[in-house]
């Protein structure tokens, strides 16, 4: 029995400006998917695993959870963030980045820096160890993770997020995912932490 189950789009496919619906179908029920089977698949595996008492295959088996897990919760955040119309934060989360980034423009600044040189992801996290915001790289999807930071933003930088639409001008697409955030989401779940 799987443990892990797809999530649906938040949006409808067709929903975003400058992000289209066949670059989004791939994305989400192909690429995402995948994440989500690799993570049952390995699950099987650990079962068999423990109840063979053969570990022999541990290693493997911990870096590729560690790969597809982070692939799947990061995913499901991307696609959480979308589906808005772009703006800014609100409330709480505007005084955050203001507090820790000195503005809005200085933070997405940064933001845009690390995604042009970022192989996976970049990730607006909230550390608790230091009670900051920070952005995160994350090359692949777990390489670069901060143990105890909660991301709340997430941007996929992996060729699949945008080759369909803009080839390699990634810089477009960046534009376009700005257009498209769900500030109240995202401000309502920094709110929650
Ligand atoms: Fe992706």
Not at 7 to 25: C, M, N, T, V
Not at 175 to 183: I, K, P, R, S, V
Request: charged share 30%; proline share 3%.
């Amino acid at each position: 029995m799987n443990i892990f189950e797809m999530k649906p789009l938040p949006f409808d496919y067709d929903a975003l400006e400058g992000i289209s619906e066949k670059q989004i179908r791939y994305h989400h029920d192909k690429h995402y998917l995948s994440y989500v089977n690799n993570r049952n698949d390995i699950e099987q595996k650990l079962n068999d695993a423990r109840e063979k008492g053969d570990f022999s295959a541990i290693r493997t088996l911990k870096l590729n959870e560690s790969h597809n897990a982070s692939g799947m919760i990061l995913h499901e955040l991307y696609f959480d963030c979308l589906g808005g119309k772009g703006g800014k934060p609100v409330e709480r989360l505007t005084d955050k980045i203001d507090q820790d980034f000195g503005s809005f423009e200085n933070w997405k600044k940064e933001f845009l820096a690390i995604a042009k040189s970022s192989r996976g992801w970049v990730l607006l996290c909230f550390d608790p160890s230091d009670g900051r915001l920070h952005n995160f790289s994350v090359d692949f999807h777990d390489i670069g993770a901060v143990w105890g930071a909660i991301p709340i933003l997430a941007l996929d930088v992996w060729e699949h997020a945008y080759y369909i639409d803009y080839g390699p001008d990634k810089e477009k697409y960046f534009e376009a995912f700005f257009n498209n955030l769900n500030w109240e989401r995202i401000s309502d779940d920094f709110d929650r932490i």
